[in-house]
């Protein structure tokens, strides 16, 4: 058990829809990264959050959003989905209290399965 | 940018054979280089690290070394299980913060 937990575990919706996938990180950790795993584009970062603001963007739609609360768990929103869309979402988070980058390790939640059909 | 380049799978092997997976980097600066293992149906787990140059990850009998000169980090165990049976991630975390992931593994263990 990493420690970082992710609600739901599997979602199924329909293409138009929204959706809310939630991430809280392990105790103690500052930094919250989303990722996609697809079978096409393999494994993918989307977004960071540090203690409440956006650090870092990859990938990420414009139909996607996220946000972490004062109390640092994590959520990501995707809006108008798309059968693309269908993928494995992971949460990540670390310490990250060094000012340069530092090789603080990433601990992953279980993920959340989307499905859009 | 960043990338990272893995051997392609997938990998079946006998219980008790040698395992070799390898992986190759691009990066600017010094990354940091991390091996994750998924198990079906389950998350990334971390399964080593190594920081610097000649630094040697090692957990659960899985061992990788960063090598600069060869920009490499390939993952290796002496005698595999059945119960090591998954798919194995190369990733690197350069001067940015987030990882930047390899396409993965495919290790199938036969009994």
């Known amino acids: 058990d990493s420690g970082v937990t992710q609600t739901p575990k599997h979602l199924i919706t329909a293409t138009g829809q929204r959706v809310t996938l939630r991430c809280s990180p392990r105790?103690?950790?500052?930094?919250v990264y989303w990722y996609q795993q697809s079978l096409d584009q393999g494994l993918q970062f989307l977004i960071q959050?540090?203690?409440?603001?956006?650090?870092a963007k990859g990938n990420i739609l414009e139909r996607f959003s996220a946000q972490q609360f004062p109390d640092l768990h994590s959520e990501l929103n995707l809006s108008s989905l798309e059968l693309g869309d269908s993928a494995l979402y992971f949460c990540?988070?670390?310490?990250?209290?060094?000012?340069?980058?530092?090789?603080?390790?990433?601990?992953f939640g279980p993920g959340t399965r989307l499905t859009v059909l | 940018g960043d990338s990272v380049t893995q051997m392609e799978g997938p990998v079946t092997l006998s219980e008790e054979a040698c395992l070799t997976i390898?992986?190759?980097?691009?990066?600017?600066?010094?990354?940091?280089l991390f091996w994750y293992v998924q198990y079906p149906g389950e998350g990334l787990q971390l399964l080593l690290k190594?920081?610097?140059?000649?630094d040697k990850g090692s957990n659960k009998g899985f061992e990788a070394t960063y090598r600069k000169e060869t920009t490499s980090f390939h993952l290796e165990k002496g005698s595999v299980q059945v119960s090591d049976s998954a798919v194995y991630f190369c990733?690197?975390?350069?001067?940015?913060?987030?990882?930047?992931f390899g396409s993965g593994t495919q290790l199938t263990v036969l009994p």
């Open positions: 959050y540090y203690n409440g603001e956006e650090r």
């Open positions: 990540a988070s670390s310490v990250d209290r060094g000012g340069a980058a530092s090789p603080d390790t990433q601990y």
């Open positions: 105790s103690g950790d500052l930094s």
């Open positions: 190594a920081t610097k140059a000649d």
């Open positions: 990733a690197l975390r350069g001067s940015a913060r987030q990882l930047t």
């Open positions: 390898n992986c190759t980097y691009t990066a600017t600066g010094y990354p940091s």
